[in-house]
């Protein structure tokens, strides 16, 4: 048995984006949400807060004393619960931290490949957007980011890093020895260093370092909303590290009010007592990743794909498959399969596209299929 044994006539039932952006004959494998149901401890946790007329305003640290409790079981980590501030989701975080560590106009770095809405809360928090691509194995690259945070600082008063840690669409897990270097080249150009870490939950080969362990002035974001499916009970935690404790200090109490409560009784319950579902997910995703490279090798062997260290995102090179820019565009209207746009992570992905394989594995063969078709005239 696996968490994604769910039928394509059950999953047709939902109403989120994924299963209602497109008509029904297009296969769905693009917005990140897994075809799954939450673990039942988060089930029970919202039966139980709507039975009870639990639907009030958030309030006191449950949140952060349930990360707390998380990272120190998974990561081996102790951030202090105290020092944290609560924020609606990942990304509102991301814009709040930003305008206590930059100023209006300044440059906030970016290491593209990225997901897409690091460029657009950029902007739309009057920041602008300066490129450090990674390599072409999908590393870190630290002489592009000297280059980047030198034209930062040359034309902002407090530029900015926005990482990804893991990475997504790559999947990369940054190391220890990458984080080092990253601190180092941003304290000498002084740049500061925000991390949105929600995936870290999600590491399947190796092991998640939080940032702000290595680099001590960092501030990074969390959130079970991705290792638990539940976006649509969205709630996230900015978590200092032990010099950004002062700088969080600064956040206005009123970005606390977006906070949602029942989101929070959600996922409190999910980092509480999720574990053994989050172990068994965690197995289920190395299946489908061997899986899902198995039947590229057998149907489309051109496909460049290496299995990532994380998350259930693959980030798929169809440059060798067709010509085309953005594949995705012929893949929805030719072949009934929705996946990502690659350049919508910036101009590296073109000729790319990122597919969620957290579905079942028959879907993950029809999607193959309709990705081989790709070669058909």
Known sequence: MSLFDLSLDELRTRTSVKWRAYPPDVLPLFVAEMDVTPPDAVIEAVHDAMLRGDTGYDHGPAYAEAFAELAERRY?????????????????????????????????????PVYPPFYAFVEHADRRVETAPLTAGHRLDLAALEAAFERAARASRRPALLLCQPHNPTGTVHTAEELAAVGELAH??????????IHAPLVLTGTFVPTTTVIPDAVALHSASKAFNLAGL???VAVPGPEAAATLA?????????????????????????????????????ANA????????????????????????AWIDLRDVVPDEDPSRRLVKDHRLAVN?????????????????????ALLDEAVARLASLRTP
């Not at 970005?255 to 009784?265: C, E, F, L, R, S």
């Not at 746009?341 to 594995?361: D, E, I, K, M, W």
């Open 234 to 236: 969205r709630a996230a």
């Open 76 to 112: 081996g980590w102790s951030p202090d619960p105290r020092t944290m501030s609560p924020v609606a989701d990942v990304m509102t975080g991301v814009a709040e931290v930003l305008r206590l560590v930059t100023e209006p106009g300044d440059a906030v770095v970016v290491t593209p």
């Open 290 to 313: 061997t899986h899902l490279r198995a039947r590229l090798d057998e149907q489309l062997p051109q496909a460049g794909w290496t299995p990532p260290a994380a998350t259930y995102l």
């Open 250 to 286: 600064r956040m206005p109490e009123i970005v606390g009010h977006g906070v949602q409560h029942v989101a929070v009784v959600a996922q409190v319950a999910a980092m509480r007592e999720g574990d053994a579902w989050l172990d068994e997910l965690l197995g289920d995703l190395r």
């Open 341 to 361: 746009q690659g350049t919508t992570f910036g101009p590296q992905g073109a000729g790319h596209v990122r597919l969620n394989y957290a579905t079942s594995t």
């Open 188 to 197: 000498r150009h002084g740049v500061a260093v925000v991390a949105d870490e």
